[in-house]
């Protein structure tokens, strides 16, 4: 498997169709041999089923669905615990990322020989109280930490063990 791009579902299903048909269009511009894993983090609304029904029309995709609401980084883990992909892109299902910048990121993974890159977005589309506890969260992280991050990373890793 060449390609893997892995999406956390919470609240997603006004989403979820076009978020498909958008990455694997990028996804077909880089590889064919790729998958989606889609993992339902206790959503409660329809995102499961949707997810299912796009699991049935495409071997391509992968749902997982994880029992509970155990938060957005341990659906993540989750879902890189089962990617098979070379490079693994993450990305919200949310479409405040455009799924097309997978091309840019492979691209930049392949001319630098990076073991992962990452963006930065200028500014989200967040409500005002998740940007809030966003910049707490980096203010926090770089004053804890020796590495410092820039706010508002995008991820896509390569996965060295494949």
């Not at 990452?118 to 770089?142: K, S």
């Amino acid at each position: 498997m060449e390609l893997t791009i892995v999406t956390t579902m919470y609240r997603s299903a006004p989403y979820l169709r076009e978020f498909y048909t958008r990455c694997c269009t990028a996804a077909e511009k880089i590889t064919l041999d790729f998958e989606i894993i889609l993992v339902d983090d206790g959503s409660p609304d329809d995102s499961l089923a949707l997810a299912v029904e796009l699991y049935e029309l495409d071997p391509r995709v992968r749902v997982i669905d994880l029992s509970r609401n155990f938060g957005h980084h341990k659906a993540i883990m989750t879902g890189l615990a089962h990617a098979q992909g070379q490079t693994v892109f993450l990305i919200d299902c949310d479409l405040e990322l455009q799924p097309e910048i997978l091309t840019q990121f492979v691209d930049r993974l392949r001319s630098s020989g990076a073991d992962a890159v990452y963006g930065v977005q200028d500014t989200r589309q967040d409500p005002v109280l998740d940007r809030f506890f966003g910049r707490l969260f980096y203010v926090a992280f770089n004053f804890l930490s020796n590495e410092q991050l820039p706010r508002n990373l995008t991820t896509a890793r390569r996965s060295p063990c494949r």
